[in-house]
């Protein structure tokens, strides 16, 4: 079965603190995407990062960075000097097949001033 | 354009109306597809859209839902007969290709649905 699961229902933090976020996946497929989208309370869902299984390099963008561990089926984002501007709902989503994306349940980030 | 386009952003309409949400995808994406967020359910697939075909509708969760889309481009959502559980944010993305594995899929801001 294809799962992805985001343990952390909701994270609260002070302004300027790192915070890490877990998602961990399920897939039998050797072929597979990762991603993370950001949902601020527009409601858009924003792209952040695209993964594919054969790359484990880390990959970090600023204030963001990602680590993807295939031993332990994970793929983590980290904000660091995490700003009020960061706060939104992130989720964590794996492609199995061409299209299908299947997303975790979210985690909720507030990050108080 | 130069992200994915959803109207109405808020809907409000009365159980047993119809309703349509429209999407327009990003400019030369064949790909696009629809889904819901409620509270109760998370994130779910409805449909995908290759080009002008729907090859998996798996997703639409009865017959009151179907969806269109003409000229590969514009696609609406229609919901008959709505019910109060129809209540949710219907999300519109779009990519470049349903058949390339990992390609960008792009979301809307979102259709407020509720019914009262």
């Known amino acids: 079965a294809q799962k992805v699961t985001q343990a952390q229902t909701e994270i609260s933090v002070v302004e300027k603190e790192d915070v890490t976020l877990d998602c961990v996946y399920e897939?039998?497929?050797?072929?597979?995407?990762l991603f993370w989208y950001k949902q601020p309370p527009s409601g858009e869902l924003v792209f952040l990062i695209r993964?594919?299984?054969?790359?484990?390099q880390n990959e970090i963008s600023g204030r963001y960075s990602w680590n993807f561990q295939k031993s332990t089926s994970s793929f983590n984002f980290t904000i660091t000097a995490s700003q009020v501007v960061d706060s939104a709902v992130y989720f964590c989503a794996l492609v199995y097949s061409s299209y299908k994306l299947i997303f975790g349940s979210g985690t909720r980030l507030l990050v108080r001033p | 354009g130069a992200g994915v386009s959803q109207s109405p952003s808020n809907k409000v309409t009365e159980k047993g109306k119809d309703v349509e949400l429209r999407c327009d995808p990003i400019?030369?994406?064949?790909?696009l597809y629809w889904y819901r967020q409620s509270l109760g359910q998370g994130l779910e697939f409805l449909i995908y859209f290759q080009g002008n075909s729907a090859p998996d509708k798996s997703g639409l969760p009865s017959d009151r839902f179907s969806a269109e889309r003409t000229g590969g481009s514009v696609s609406t959502l229609t919901i008959q007969r709505t019910q109060q559980e129809d209540s949710a944010v219907y999300l519109c993305?779009?990519?470049?290709?349903?058949?390339?594995?990992?390609?960008?899929?792009?979301f809307g801001e979102g259709s407020w649905l509720t019914v009262v």
């Open positions: 993305a779009s990519s470049l290709s349903g058949g390339s594995p990992g390609n960008t899929i792009y």
């Open positions: 400019s030369g994406h064949t790909a």
């Open positions: 897939t039998r497929d050797t072929t597979y995407y």
């Open positions: 993964r594919n299984s054969f790359d484990e």
